[in-house]
């Protein structure tokens, strides 16, 4: 599964065009994506715990 695609333009340079959403379900859950998903997460938390409010 794409995210998206490169599209050459008429001027010359390349666009990214995302693919359509929502995405064809069911998304299959397969160890290698669950793995990212899970390393997206933690990512996540500790940008969280990098931020701070006055």
């Known amino acids: 599964m794409r995210s ?3 599209v050459k333009q008429a001027s010359g340079y ?3 065009v995302p693919a ?3 995405p064809e379900l069911p998304i ?7 793995g990212l998903l ?3 997460d933690q ?3 500790r ?5 701070f409010t006055e």
């Open 14 to 16: 390349r666009a990214f």
């Open 38 to 40: 899970s390393d997206a």
């Open 4 to 6: 998206g695609q490169f």
């Open 28 to 34: 299959p859950m397969e160890a290698q994506i669950i």
């Open 47 to 51: 940008l969280d715990g990098t931020t």
């Open 20 to 22: 359509t959403f929502p």
């Open 43 to 45: 990512a996540l938390e």
